[in-house]
T-cell receptor
Framework: DVKVTQSSRYLVKRTGEKVFLECVQD?????MFWYRQDPGLGLRLIYF???????EKGDIPEGYSVSREKKERFSLILESASTNQTSMYLC?????????????FGPGTRLTVL | AQSVTQPDIHITVSEGASLELRCNYS??????LFWYVQSPGQGLQLLLK??????LVQGIKGFEAEFKRSQSSFNLRKPSVHWSDAAEYFC??????????FGAGTRLFVKA
């Protein structure tokens, strides 16, 4: 069974802390994604990666960075967490560049920044 | 601008009743279209997808969706809803690049 796992289901951090969210996939997919999910806004793409060490900004990259040192792992970093980054964060992976291939999602990390 | 619209924020149906969730898209050309379901505390799971060909697409869990080019719609249907179908449903569109555009979601409530 295909699997995307995220390091934490729930996380509580304080304003100004550096936060790491980790995602691991076991499907040997080239492409990995970080989304943010907020009520009434659906999913918005933060960053994606199409290969090891390669990354591209999505629609809302401000305040975030990413790292992909190994094919199976994609990390989202909040350099200095702020309260407006309180949200659900979803990681996904897919094999092809886009279009016909299915995205597989992790269970999500619900981050609260106090 | 490209967009996906789900007009209904939430819908309540009785168990055993039929269901239709609406989705409209705005793209220059017909995109690839998807429906995902998110159960409480879970990630998104693909229900079905449309690329070309037959406009009626069958998915998992007894769901189907119909693509209507003239209406720019891709509505999700199920003939008889079960209590376990209570979840949030997302319509999404993709033109073959890296970016998938998601609708805001429709939360389905099922009453006994």
């Amino acid at each position: 069974d295909v699997k995307v796992t995220q390091s934490s289901r729930y996380l509580v951090k304080r304003t100004g802390e550096k936060v790491f969210l980790e995602c691991v996939q076991d499907m040997d997919h080239e492409n990995m994604f970080w989304y943010r999910q907020d009520p009434g806004l659906g999913l918005r793409l933060i960053y994606f990666s199409y290969d090891v060490k390669m990354k591209e900004k999505g629609d809302i990259p401000e305040g975030y960075s990413v790292s992909r040192e190994k094919k199976e792992r994609f990390s989202l970093i909040l350099e200095s967490a702020s309260t407006n980054q309180t949200s659900m964060y979803l990681c996904a992976s897919r094999s092809l560049a886009g279009g016909t291939d299915t995205q597989y999602f992790g269970p999500g990390t619900r981050l609260t920044v106090l | 601008a490209q967009s996906v619209t789900q007009p209904d924020i939430h819908i309540t149906v009785s168990e055993g009743a039929s269901l239709e969730l609406r989705c409209n898209y705005s793209y220059g050309a017909t995109p690839y279209l998807f429906w995902y379901v998110q159960s409480p505390g879970q990630g998104l799971q693909l229900l079905l997808k449309y690329f070309s060909g037959d406009t009626l697409v069958q998915g998992i869990k007894g769901f189907e969706a119909e693509f209507k080019r003239s209406q720019s719609s891709f509505n999700l249907r199920k003939p008889s809803v079960h209590w376990s179908d209570a979840a949030e449903y997302f319509c999404a569109a993709d033109t073959g690049g890296f970016k998938t555009i998601f609708g805001a979601g429709t939360r389905l409530f099922v009453k006994a």
